[in-house]
């Protein structure tokens, strides 16, 4: 598992903002998952969402347990006779593909990061922290967070996926841009179990992704061409609404130790600093180290 700098992060610093919507859960009560070899075990959560989604369709009074309806139209029309699935079987398919997505998410490393434990009174941080926040409260669009290693990039950027996790019930991918380009290889090996395109469109799907640590990991022409493939694929999409859920499609959170993303694929720079769709924030070259320092042992 791939890890940064910026999560060594603890809650020693306290946060100065007066409390607000977000409604952290609070850490003890956030779930601690299982690690092996660096791959998630599937969210308690989760798990617990899709036994309640198994014993619904049981008790549904529409389809009475069938899972299917079928509409009541008149004969002659095209969908007289055709099976669809009911809201209850729907719910079903929406539980196990979160699932499915979250189980490629590092988010279980980094279910302690709150906004309300972040420390703003790092100098530098306030702007970035601010804009965060608000992100957080109404997801829509980009967000690339830029600035150097220790800054606290990777502290926001988890805080928005724990807040749109557990207040807006989103289906949330956390996860390094070297980590995701390793879950794609991986399905060419002879003992996967998915395909790359099953694999691919997990990713894309997620409501809200997070790509930690965006920056020279895809030296390969391979490697530059699936991660602009998914980022267009989510610019394109960005904007749009979900009938379903009502919010932005696509939304999308980026953080990167890259200035202004120099040395970033053209292609990939050009829709993340696309003023369109996205919110470019640096925390600027001369920000103080979020990272807590070790107290030197007395002797």
């Given amino acids: 598992m791939t890890t940064t700098d910026e999560r060594d992060t603890t809650s020693a610093g306290r946060d100065v903002l007066e409390p607000d919507a977000l409604g952290d859960v609070a850490a003890e009560h956030r779930s601690v998952v299982t690690w092996d070899y660096g791959k998630q075990a599937a969210l308690p959560e989760l798990a617990a969402e899709i036994a309640a989604a198994e014993a619904a369709i049981g008790r549904c009074p529409a389809c009475k347990g069938a899972g299917w309806l079928r509409r009541n139209v008149p004969y002659g029309h095209p969908d007289f006779g055709k099976p669809e699935k009911c809201e209850c079987l729907q719910a079903l398919a929406r539980a196990k593909r979160k699932r499915d997505i979250m189980s490629l998410s590092s988010l279980g490393e980094v279910r302690d990061k709150t906004m309300r434990n972040f420390n703003v009174r790092v100098p530098g941080v306030q702007q ?172």
């Fill in 128 to 299: 970035a922290a601010k804009t965060a926040r608000n992100f957080a409260l109404a997801p829509d669009g980009w967000l690339v967070l830029l600035g150097p290693v220790g800054c606290g990039k990777t502290h926001l950027a988890a805080a928005i996926a724990n807040a749109c996790f557990d207040r807006l019930d989103m289906v949330v991918l956390f996860v390094t841009v070297a980590d995701l380009l390793d879950h794609l290889r991986a399905t060419f090996e002879p003992s996967s179990v998915i395909t790359y395109d099953e694999q691919f469109h997990r990713m894309r799907d997620a409501e809200l992704l997070v790509l930690d640590d965006l920056g020279a990991q895809y030296a390969t022409d391979w490697a530059r061409e699936k991660l602009f493939q998914l980022m267009n694929y989510r610019y394109n999409l960005a904007g749009s609404l979900d009938e379903r859920t009502g919010r932005s499609r696509a939304i999308t959170v980026v953080t990167s130790n890259l200035f202004e993303l120099r040395g970033v694929e053209e292609r990939i720079r050009s829709r993340l600093m696309d003023t369109g769709i996205s919110q470019v924030v640096s925390f600027g070259r001369d920000v103080g180290d979020f990272r807590p320092r070790l107290r030197p042992k007395t002797p």
